[in-house]
């Protein structure tokens, strides 16, 4: 089934339009002028929740990265182009980055000079990420599950670009959730000891890390 549904996104369900949109969903070079300026704004303009937000998400990668190695690296799946000729889709680089969208995309099939490279396949580090900020999101804001329907496309994004296997993705969407609420539930029971501890002013406004007064 994995490898049926596999066949059908990486090669039956494909156009040119497709190809540069996933292979622009999936760039995260792409989005990195994005992120810096949203995290940027968040943190000198935003509130407690945005500040709030962004110091779990930031803290909820750093912890989360060295776990989705070490399970890479143990479990050692291989990826689509490791054991077989898929196809493969990637934005031309362009100068500066965003040029590349205005490029036609690198398309070609995966060879024997594919088979050593790339790290394994599970779990998928854009889709770690990602699951992390949609939930984060969602939590502190009301309308943050929209990030889920990004989320979903870098998911389908990973598959059609020949880069993971579909349960790649949904296991590490599992494996993802579980990280990140025992991180947010980790940090909040932190937040009720230390900052009551050592800074009541602070928690008596704000008693909750995760949940804020004025949530929205």
């Known amino acids: 089934m994995d490898h049926q549904l596999f066949h059908l996104i990486n090669e039956r369900w494909t156009n040119p339009a497709l190809d540069l949109f996933m292979a622009a969903v999936s760039d995260a070079d792409l989005w990195k002028p ?87 396949s599970f779990p998928s580090g854009h889709m770690t990420n990602n699951t992390i900020a949609a939930i984060i999101l969602t939590i502190f804001y009301r309308r943050g599950w929209l990030y889920w329907i990004f989320a979903a496309l870098v998911g389908y994004s990973r598959v059609y670009l020949g880069a993971h296997w579909p349960s790649d993705v949904i296991a590490t969407v599992l494996l993802a959730a ?6 947010l539930a980790a940090g909040e029971l932190i937040w009720r000891w230390a900052v009551k501890r050592w800074m009541p002013r602070i928690y008596e406004r704000h008693p909750s890390l995760v949940i804020s007064p004025g949530y929205e």
């Open 34 to 120: 994005l992120l810096i300026i949203v995290i940027f704004g968040a943190l000198v303009f935003g509130g407690f929740r945005a500040r709030m937000s962004i110091f779990c998400l930031l803290i909820a990668i750093v912890i989360a990265e060295p776990v989705t190695n070490t399970l890479k690296s143990t479990i050692n799946r291989k990826r689509p182009k490791h054991v077989a000729s898929v196809r493969m889709v990637r934005l031309e680089k362009g100068q500066p980055e965003f040029m590349s969208i205005f490029k036609k995309p690198v398309v070609r099939r995966s060879d024997e000079s594919d088979w050593g490279r790339g790290d394994p």
């Open 178 to 183: 579980a990280e990140t609420f025992f991180i």
